[in-house]
């Protein structure tokens, strides 16, 4: 592996060559903006495969991508973006911050899903962004804003749909973005860290069951599970 480059709360970042860079997905599991923490064994397998078989739908979907593959079961081999340090969600049913900041009822449905932008700051525990703000930052311009919006629509579609066929509902989706020259392309992961999901009968697949201080084996069967529907 090469050099370190970088490194977040759950992930490292390697050189590789020219265009690439590696991601190695770790074992760490946070919440709080990284107040609470953990170490759930496998969870790096479980969270890159999953992303994986995310990223390689929205490809097949026309959705443009850092996804190349696999250098091994919890590394992934991906393009050289250059990252915005916004994180765009996209929400299906009200649960989770929202319904905290605004008059909106838990399971509250939205057609078509409400976008939000973030600014990715722990520190500030991740605050509301604008158009204006992302200008005024830098961050992003008007027309980079209206197109990631309109992507993550899209990727909120096509995961809802796919593992409605597998008997889940999606509640809301996380993307984050980067550019290689210019182009608007998804980054990071796709994973249970950055998504809700849940069965007909209300339980809890995702991050929220860590959050809400359930067992490590418990999140991780989860994990496990969900990543056993997905790859049917």
């Given at each position: 592996?090469?050099?370190?480059?970088?490194?977040?709360?759950?992930?490292?970042?390697?050189?590789?060559?020219?265009?690439?860079?590696?991601?190695?997905?770790?074992?760490?599991?946070?919440?709080?903006?990284?107040?609470?923490?953990?170490?759930?064994e496998g969870k790096g397998i479980l969270n890159a495969q999953t992303s994986a078989i995310l990223?390689?739908?929205?490809?097949?979907?026309?959705?443009?991508?850092?996804?190349?593959?696999?250098?091994?079961?919890?590394?992934?081999?991906?393009?050289?973006?250059?990252?915005?340090?916004?994180?765009?969600?996209?929400?299906?049913?009200?649960?989770?911050?929202?319904?905290?900041?605004?008059?909106?009822?838990?399971?509250?449905?939205?057609?078509?899903?409400?976008?939000?932008?973030?600014?990715?700051?722990?520190?500030?525990?991740?605050?509301?962004?604008?158009?204006?703000?992302?200008?005024?930052?830098?961050?992003?311009?008007?027309?980079?804003?209206?197109?990631?919006?309109?992507?993550?629509?899209?990727?909120?579609?096509?995961?809802?749909?796919?593992?409605?066929?597998?008997?889940?509902?999606?509640?809301?989706?996380?993307?984050?973005?980067?550019?290689?020259?210019?182009?608007?392309?998804?980054?990071?992961?796709?994973?249970?860290?950055?998504?809700?999901?849940?069965?007909?009968?209300?339980?809890?697949?995702?991050?929220?069951?860590?959050?809400?201080?359930?067992?490590?084996?418990?999140?991780?069967?989860?994990?496990?599970?969900?990543?056993?529907?997905?790859?049917?």
């Amino acid at each position: 592996m090469g050099e370190k480059l970088g490194e977040g709360k759950t992930k490292e970042v390697f050189d590789m060559d020219e265009d690439h860079v590696l991601l190695k997905f770790k074992d760490s599991i946070t919440a709080g903006d990284g107040l609470k923490k953990d170490e759930m064994e496998g969870k790096g397998i479980l969270n890159a495969q999953t992303s994986a078989i995310l990223f390689r739908l929205l490809e097949k979907e026309g959705i443009k991508t850092h996804y190349v593959g696999m250098k091994d079961e919890r590394t992934m081999i991906v393009k050289k973006l250059s990252m915005i340090p916004v994180e765009v969600v996209a929400r299906n049913i009200a649960t989770g911050s929202i319904v905290k900041r605004l008059p909106i009822k838990e399971g509250e449905v939205f057609n078509p899903p409400i976008v939000e932008f973030f600014l990715k700051d722990d520190a500030r525990h991740d605050p509301l962004l604008n158009y204006s703000h992302m200008e005024y930052f830098k961050l992003m311009n008007r027309k980079e804003a209206n197109e990631s919006e309109e992507i993550i629509k899209s990727a909120i579609n096509v995961i809802s749909d796919y593992i409605k066929k597998r008997g889940l509902i999606l509640f809301d989706l996380k993307l984050e973005f980067g550019r290689i020259d210019g182009e608007m392309i998804v980054g990071d992961e796709i994973s249970l860290d950055s998504m809700r999901v849940r069965s007909p009968n209300g339980d809890i697949y995702d991050k929220d069951l860590y959050r809400r201080g359930e067992s490590l084996e418990k999140v991780k069967s989860r994990y496990q599970e969900f990543l056993r529907l997905i790859s049917n």
